[in-house]
């Protein structure tokens, strides 16, 4: 099966379940208030336009892509290993949630010296410098200069 | 007379040629981090607006503002990762630009296109301010849907290799749009109850995933591999980075037509440079003979975009100034800024405050002229980036995503929103289908069924409005037979690239 | 030890032992409630906006009254009511703080269901107050209150008007002028306050509100009739009448104060309420909100409840007679 194929298939029953689920759901909280009138167009004209269209553009995509030929770039994908981007992902979204918990600073220092340990840096020390230089110097620029509060270590406040 | 030389004199304060330096060099920086856009720099200054005298104040907040614009093109260059959404365009034929070698050139073409982007709106605002403001009003509703159907004809010229492929695109990225309140009666869509969905999916996350974060994890897919050019300080990569007269000559046409759109959807509320460049880039693809150079690194790409994002901010000040309507947000901002300066904004500053509009006109000059001299000595440097090897640069980047993800709203949802939009960005390089037209329909989809909606409201459900309002029936039907022309030279390509031996 | 008053209800074991804690590296055994860390005024809309302003300034005036920094936090989403919902649910320890009486306080909660109540907040204290002016396209002979009432009888449903978003507080203030002189209007949402003046200069739709510095410079220019405000006369523009000297009892503003989570200990309420007091009346604070054109407007803690009651009471009255007409 081609990428095409592949994306066609799951965006097909991605817009099945969008039509089929979560659009008819919308009315069923939707508030009750003032000017309540509409014309022609309400909330779920657009949703299920799109959700159409959706499905339309998939199932088209889904036959037609079998035509072309496979691309180079596919092909070179089959080869590499599925776990560098699936890791990185997992680390990014650890970053995310850690941030909360441990402050953008000690999040942001783990994230790196894991990326740079993991996909194996040629320099240590350099790893190592950046890996805490960087974060350092992000926090510095946004909070004191900038005045953005990135969120801190509750246990360091 | 008086009034413009007592606004010069102004300008001429050492305080105030500081103060202009460093917003723009702080504007450039800003502008080149990706989720960190003009907007947060220019609301983030107001505070010390407060303190400053007018001109300094005016200095500040428009040198941030125009050279945030154009940093935002460093970072798209360079990196696949437009700092502001307003740059997006600028990816598609800069960054593979610098693949080959020739980032120095497409920053060089970036920094005249904004430039000359600029100082065409800053004329426009100069010249004809009152008539452009009176016209922009004629756009209501009607006309305001009909333009934004029109836009949706871009996607044809941004799907690329696949139409079919470009249209699922665009369809997902409309789908994307419906979550949010409606923007009618403020119905949650797809929220699941989560106050942070009311406003929808914001774009600075969903962009800096789909673009930024996608290349990221593209190249930790491939190990960070080395990179295979060289990006030397020899002489042949001088050589190859130099932009010839012929090329110049060429650039005049596109930068001029994109100068004219960007201000065009300037002056207009509530559509914006990002709009603005994907359909300047879109008309220069379209009128180009060869077309199918655009891409792969053609530099009338980047010089379109540019400039047309570039003629946005002069533009916006003509609503601003003529009307006292803010034309963006950012004007919005420098309005409440030009309040705290006790200067009234409304049709009446030309006659009450003209030293005001002076300074305006002036800083808009100085900052852009300072703009160029800062980019031309910072490309060369800047280039150099790309000499980082790429396991310890796109880490780096990748927090800077997430930071800048972050600032935006400082809401923890926009991350996932940044890493989601990163996966299914990245799915899309992997399976050939384009990211742009998904961007581009996410961006038009909530003001377009907003103003279908207040249309229809004011018609009271008759669709008849927008077929016998001039300029919506005109733009409909121009949009329909150019979505048959692109349709059938698709075809015609198509069946002409499969009888070709392969 | 500190002094609290254990009369609230669910300020039980668990906030005496948060109490205790915080107390352990505290000084003085008679010292009353102090801040422990940075407070945190929360803005529910982007940097740069009105409700930003008014923050970054009483937060500027009144620092140098604390002896912690003053933080503002931009959370904006959602009408403001992203920011709310937070500050409701946070610590009610006396270090958040919101930005309250606009849109996410009097208006929002009556349209649709919002996850908190504007119960859930204690008043602070008010910092200012800002009047609302009902403009029409100057020459569309909509020139006086009046005009639009008739022209509303005559032709029901044939006038529009333009608001900065659905259930925001310029959609609320038309919905109670339009129940108070029984007419019905068409409601047509912008995104935000200036493009619905643009609708209006454009001629596409017949009214809207904008602020009385605004509408100065408008009518200055001849480009809007200023017909009304909607509550009483605004000193900026004296010869504009407000709905109520037109008989119609409509007080519907846009104020802006702070306000803490219900549960915040009254000692702490106290203490910040008589530094920002002392901070609006410092001669810092009066020039720059001269020159920001932002209107003082004083109350203290429980009046700026009261009036935020009074104003919402009075939208969901308004509300519930359009419910009525809809079902």
Redesign the interface.
Known sequence: M???R???LA?TVA?IL?LAI?VPG?DA???????????????TA??Y???G??L???V??LI??GQ??P?P??SG?AS?SLW??VV??LL??A???G??IAG?LIA?IL??LA??WI????SKP??LG?GVA??LG?DLV?RKL??????VAPFL? | MEAFLTALAGMGEPATLLTLLLSVAIGLVIGAIPGLTVN??VA?AVPLAIFMPTSQALVMLIGLYGAGIFGGSISAILLNAPGTPASAATVFDGFPMAQRGEATKALRISLVASVFGSIFSILLLILLAPQLADFALRFGPVEIAALLFFTFTIIGVLSGD?M??G??S???G??L??VGS?P???????TFGLTSLLDGLTYVPLLVGLFA?AE??DE?????PRSKQRFDLDQEDRARNRISLPEWRSLLLPMTRASGIGSFIGILPGIGATIASFMAYADIKRSARNPEAFGKGDIRGVAASESSNNAVVGATFIPTLALGIPGDAVTAILLGALVIQGVTPGPLIFVNAPEVVYTIYIVLFASTVLMGVIGYFAIRPLALTLRI?K??LM??V???C??GS??AR?N?LD??VM?GA??LG????????PVAPLLITFII?RPF?EA??QA??Q?????AVFFTNPISGGLILFAIGLMGFTLRSERRRRSTARSAP? | MRTMKLGFPKFGIVGAAVAATLALGAAPADAAWEPK??IQIVVGFAPGGGTDQTARLIASAAQEFFPVPL???NRPGASGTLAAEIVANADPDGHTLLVAGGSESTSVP????TNYQLSQFRGVIRVNREHMVIVTKAGSGLDSIDAVVKRAKEKPGSLSYGSSG??GIL??AF?VFEKEAGIQMK?VPYQGGAPALAAVLGGHIDMAIITPGDAQAQVAAGKVHAIATTSDRAAQIPDVPSLTDAGYDVNIENMKGLVAPAETPDEAVAYMHERFEKAMQSEGFKTLAAKSKIEPGYLSGQDFEDAMKRMSDSIAA??SG??KA?Q
């Open positions: 081609t990428g095409g592949a994306i066609g965006c817009s969008f979560l919308i909280n939707r508030f009750t208030g003032g000017g309540m009138q509409f014309y022609s167009v309400g909330p657009l949703p336009f799109a959700g269209l959706m339309l553009f998939s088209l995509t037609t892509s072309e030929r691309k770039a596919e994908v590499a560098r981007p990185f992902i990014a979204a970053l995310s949630g941030m909360l953008f942001a994230f790196l990326v740079f996909y194996g840096a040629a350099l790893a950046l960087v974060p992000v946004l900038f005045y953005i509060p990135l969120p406040s | 947060i720099a983030l696949s079919v492929k249209l699922l665009a369809s997902i409309m789908v749009a419906t409606d009618m009666l403020g119905t949650p869509r797809f974060l990221i994890i930790v897919t491939k190990g960070f090897p396991i310890y880490p780096c990748a927090l800077m997430v930071a972050y600032v400082n923890i991350l996932f890493l990163g996966v990245f799915i899309f390089n992997r399976t050939g289908v989809t069924e279908v909606r229809l409201t018609s009271e459900g008759s669709m392969q | 860390r940075p933080v503002v936090v009556n349209h649709m269901k659905p259930a959609h609320s919905l409601h308004a509300m359009e419910q809809a």
